[in-house]
C-alpha cells in the first residue's frame, strides 16, 4: 500500500490551492519545465527546492525569464531560440515517435529519478494535454503534474493520503474499467467500476485521512482547491 501524502497547504482555507506531496520517500526529485501554461511566480518559488531541472523545449523560455539555469534542455528546440552553449542539452528531429516530455520524463529515470513534478504539462494546445495526462497514467506513484491551482498523479495501489477536509478530488480512468473502492470521501465507491461511463468528478473529502484502491488497472487523480465552503 503506498502512502502518498502527509502534508496539505494549511491556507486552503483562505482560497490558495491544496498542496499535494506527494511520494515522500522519494530520494531523488527532478523537475522537469515544459512548454504549456506556467505562472512564474508560482514556478520560481517550487524551484527553490529543486537541484535536478529539466527544460523541456519551450519550458527553457520560462527558466531564461526567470533567470533559472537548468540542469539538462531536452527537445527538438522548435519552440526556443538559440540554446545557451553552457547548458547540457540533447536535441532531437522534429519528426520522431516520442514527444519532447516523453524524452524529458525518460531521461530523468534513466538518471535515477525516484519522483518527478513536470510543471507546465497542461494548458495551451488541448491534443498536448490529452498526449501528456495519458503519459502521466504511465507513471504511477512516480510522476505529478503540477500548477498553481491543481496536483494530478496516477496510482495503481491503495492509496492513503491527508487532504484538508473540504477539498475536492476527482479520479478517471483512461485506460478501460477499473473496479475502485475509497474512504474518508462524501461520495465513498465500494467496488464500483469506474470507466468511460462513470467517474468520480469534484468528490468530496470529508476526514483528513483518505484511501482510494483500485482493484485493477490505474487511476489519474486530481486534486483541487477547497471544495466546500
Not at 535536478?52 to 527553457?60: M, Q, S, T
Not at 501528456?132 to 503540477?146: A, D, Q, T
Not at 474518508?184 to 462513470?198: E, H, P, R, T, Y
Amino acid at each position: 500500500m503506498a502512502k502518498l501524502v502527509d502534508a496539505l497547504d494549511s491556507g486552503s482555507s483562505r482560497g490558495n490551492p491544496v498542496e499535494v506531496q506527494v511520494f515522500l520517500a522519494a530520494m531523488l526529485h527532478y523537475a522537469i519545465i515544459a512548454n504549456g501554461s506556467l505562472d512564474l511566480p508560482f514556478l520560481q518559488q517550487e524551484l527553490e527546492s529543486f537541484s535536478h531541472i529539466i527544460a523541456c523545449d519551450g519550458g527553457l523560455n520560462a527558466l531564461t525569464a526567470l533567470h533559472i539555469t537548468p540542469s539538462l534542455f531536452i527537445g527538438d528546440g522548435d519552440s526556443v531560440g538559440k540554446i545557451p552553449s553552457h547548458i547540457p542539452q540533447e536535441l532531437y528531429p522534429t519528426d520522431k515517435d516520442l514527444s519532447d516530455l516523453e524524452l524529458a520524463i525518460k531521461k530523468a529515470f534513466s538518471l535515477n529519478a525516484d519522483k518527478v513534478t513536470v510543471y507546465g504539462a497542461l494548458g495551451k494546445r488541448t491534443d498536448h494535454t490529452l498526449s501528456n495526462l495519458f503519459l502521466l497514467s504511465r507513471y504511477p506513484e512516480k510522476v505529478l503534474f503540477k500548477d498553481t491551482s491543481e496536483t494530478l498523479f496516477a496510482i495503481s495501489t491503495k492509496t492513503e493520503f491527508s487532504l484538508q477536509q473540504g477539498s475536492l478530488i476527482s479520479f478517471f480512468s483512461l485506460h478501460g474499467p477499473v473496479e475502485v473502492s475509497t474512504q474518508g470521501l462524501q461520495w465513498n465507491l465500494n467496488k464500483q467500476c469506474v470507466d468511460a461511463s462513470f467517474f468520480s468528478l469534484s468528490n468530496t473529502t470529508v476526514e483528513e485521512k483518505i484511501s482510494i484502491e483500485p482493484h485493477s488497472g490505474t487511476l489519474l487523480l486530481h486534486c483541487g482547491k477547497e471544495g466546500v465552503k
